[in-house]
């Protein structure tokens, strides 16, 4: 067994062109130092299930290349970590990964995968577009969405079977919704303490954090203050704290107070604090990600843990009412906002602003409309200025055309290449999809990344594309014995061929599968196997808490004189 120490990003991608070129074994590459691992024989007579050999593997360590190693599993569990030439190992199953990359199966911390995790449907409970990116485990419940019944939840899921393992968070707008409604309105000190006790609840149950999506209707009426409040909950019980933040943009306090917003409530929850896709959207902010950079580093700095994910893509993903109506329009729900059409000096009022967003987002060329919403189908795949063009009228009258019957979720092409250059290359940025339908990032994300900026640009390196999209959401985000391949870890292993595992989707076509991977283990089963799918349910429904945890959180919450007793 041969381990290379690769020391710098140049040696690094010099050594996965000449991987990309030729499937010969690492250790007669030029220039790479090795040092040998041990030669114990703890493993004699060991039955090993599932025998990964001749691969180049990646255990997932931060800054760490490639070794030559085998990798070994039984049952659920990674059981074997060396050269199976010197053991004494009887196998069941051997894969044989030469010329292939063995990682740590990946982990999305952002998506919203929940209406196929939860359908009756079989075929989408399995995950498949995320089991052929080579990702393992999916959060769901982000940008406030998240369910606060998560025993329920749970119950659900583990009884139906899924494909990947599923992480749950309990969310902002779900809760508030329930308590207060769509209604822009401080709540109440009575309702407050509901939504604590709520939040309370989901943690002890095993949610791994609150999400907020401050951007989006009606958490956008929320406080600051409102959000520490809940996110406290979270951050006492060991949770984080998920943030859509405030704005992304120019909208309303604009990029950096949001991202400063971020960090203050982390710092007085006392919440690690993880921002979602971060980006600088649209004309205003482009060029604010070193500004942005600066902001975190300077909380990371003074010890505050924050942390981001990102989507290798330039355009977002969202509904055109999100997109284009005013915020305050949004109050009560699109059946209010419908009301207010009919309303002269308001409907004016309205087309006014939404004419200024569309600016932000660069024009109507820059709106891809991917999917209507009970509207006219003729739109879809057109861009608002297409559109535009084809009605002879304004594209702020397409808009509002859409909207005064349903919705449209659309591509908004609003950011810039070296704004998402920059926030890629930080070491304290994971990758994430955002996976909605209608855009490629819930279908090619992470191999979206890999064939862009690893092989194709080498903005990256392997280890760096490796390590933050499996091991730094493990290690943030509270994923245990996941994310690094490591004896005792469950076995989530990814096999990919490096120079086949790219996107297939795209924004005219968003929900072709990705190719590349060869082999992939969820918890010890191989639901993929020589690129061919298997549909037995593997995943597991994860908890941030062990039984015993779950059992002294609620006991803490009955002994709290603030909180009182859960109803």
Avoid at 71 to 94: C, M, N, Q, W, Y
Avoid at 234 to 260: V, W
Avoid at 279 to 292: F, N, R, T, Y
Avoid at 521 to 537: A, K, M, P
């Amino acid at each position: 067994m041969i381990r290379f120490k690769i020391k710098s990003l140049q040696k690094e991608m010099s050594f996965l062109s000449v991987f990309l070129v030729s499937t010969a074994s690492f250790s007669v590459i030029s220039g790479c130092r090795t040092t040998p691992i041990s030669e114990s024989s703890a493993y004699d007579d060991i039955l090993i299930d599932i025998l990964i050999e001749g691969g180049t593997i990646y255990l997932g360590n931060e800054g760490e290349g490639p070794i030559e190693t085998d990798i070994g599993v039984t049952g659920e569990r990674i059981t074997f970590v060396g050269d199976a030439e010197k053991e004494s190992l009887h196998v069941k199953t051997r894969i044989d990964a030469r010329g292939l990359i063995v990682t740590p199966g990946f982990i999305d911390p952002h998506t919203h995968a929940s209406a196929e995790i939860f359908s009756d449907d079989a075929a989408k409970r399995l995950n498949v577009n995320y089991l052929t990116q080579g990702v393992t485990t999916v959060f769901i419940g982000n940008d406030g969405g998240g369910d606060p019944d998560i025993k329920g939840r749970r119950k659900i899921l583990t009884e139906s079977g899924i494909g990947t393992n599923v992480a749950l968070l309990v969310g902002h707008g779900a809760i508030r919704r329930e308590v207060i409604g769509l209604a822009d309105r401080k709540p109440t000190e009575s309702e407050l303490g509901h939504m604590r006790r709520m939040v309370a609840r989901a943690m002890c149950d095993g949610a791994f954090g609150f999400s907020a999506g401050l951007y989006y209707t009606p958490q956008n009426f929320a406080t600051t203050d409102e959000v520490v409040a809940l996110a406290q909950e979270a951050g006492s019980r060991n949770g984080y704290y998920d943030t859509h933040i405030r704005d992304e943009s120019s909208y309303s306090i604009g990029l950096k107070n949001a991202i400063a917003e971020a960090i203050e409530i982390g710092h007085r929850s006392d919440a690690h604090t993880h921002i979602s896709h971060i980006k600088a959207l649209g004309a205003d902010v482009w060029g604010d990600s070193e500004g942005v950079v600066k902001l975190v580093e300077t909380a990371r700095a003074r010890g505050q843990s924050v942390t981001a994910d990102q989507y290798p893509w330039l355009a977002s993903g969202t509904r055109i009412s999100n997109a284009l109506l005013p915020a305050w329009a949004l109050d009560g729900g699109l059946e209010q906002t419908r009301e207010r059409f009919e309303q002269p000096a308001t409907f004016s009022k309205i087309k006014s602003e939404m004419a200024e967003n569309l600016r932000r987002r660069g024009g109507a060329d820059s709106i891809l409309i991917t999917r209507i919403i009970d509207a006219d189908p003729a739109f879809n795949n057109k861009t608002l200025a297409e559109i535009s063009e084809e009605l002879n009228i304004v594209p702020i009258e397409v808009a509002l055309n859409i909207l005064k019957s349903g919705d449209a979720q659309i591509a908004s092409f609003n950011m810039k290449e070296d704004d998402v250059k920059y926030f890629m290359q930080q070491p304290w940025v994971m990758t994430g999809s955002d996976g909605s339908s209608g855009h490629p990032r819930k279908f090619a994300s992470f191999p979206q990344k890999f064939s862009k900026y690893v092989v194709n640009e080498q903005l990256i390196t392997p280890s760096d594309f490796i390590y933050r999209s499996a091991g730094l959401a493990a290690e943030s985000l509270g994923i245990r014995d996941r994310g690094f391949l490591r004896t005792g870890y469950f076995a989530d292993i990814t096999v990919l061929d490096p120079k086949a595992f790219k996107p297939n989707a795209n924004y005219s076509d968003p929900e072709m599968l990705s190719s590349g991977v060869m082999n992939l283990t969820v918890n010890g089963t191989l639901v993929i196997q020589d690129g061919e799918i298997n549909t037995e349910f593997a995943g597991h429904v994860l908890s941030a808490k062990t039984e015993a945890e779950s059992e002294n959180c609620f006991g803490e919450i009955f002994k709290s004189s603030e909180m009182g007793l859960l109803k």
